[in-house]
């Protein structure tokens, strides 16, 4: 299993991102998929998950409600993150999560600063 995060950087507060995650070495069209991201000094915090098709069943941590949006492209064994409207406080390294294999990307940095 091999997940490789990437579209993490610096960026402006208001700004957006779209994390990307690219999976390999499993059915990727048949698993939900997550997003996590630790800050600093705290704990991993699950931030979304999607279902294996995707659809209105998706979860987000109430925090990034209406500013962020998980999406998948099965035929590419993608991951999405779309952020808009960041703010300082989403400062954290994000990674990809394989909920059923427990499998971890290396994560990228996001820091929202101006």
């Known amino acids: 299993v091999q997940l490789v995060e990437s579209g993490g950087g610096l960026v402006q507060p208001g700004g957006s991102l779209r994390l990307s995650c690219a999976a390999s070495?499993?059915?990727?069209?048949?698993?939900?998929m997550s997003w996590y991201r630790q800050a600093p000094g705290k704990e991993r915090e699950l931030v979304a998950a999607?279902?294996?098709?995707?659809?209105?069943?998706?979860y987000y941590v109430e925090s990034v409600k209406g500013r962020f949006t998980i999406s998948r492209d099965n035929a590419k064994n993608t991951l999405f993150l779309q952020m808009i409207s960041l703010k300082p406080e989403d400062t954290a390294v994000y990674y990809c999560?394989?909920?059923?294999?427990?499998?971890w990307g290396q994560g990228t940095q996001v820091t929202v600063s101006s």
């Open positions: 999607i279902t294996s098709s995707g659809g209105s069943s998706d």
């Open positions: 070495g499993f059915t990727f069209s048949k698993l939900a």
């Open positions: 999560h394989v909920i059923a294999l427990n499998a």
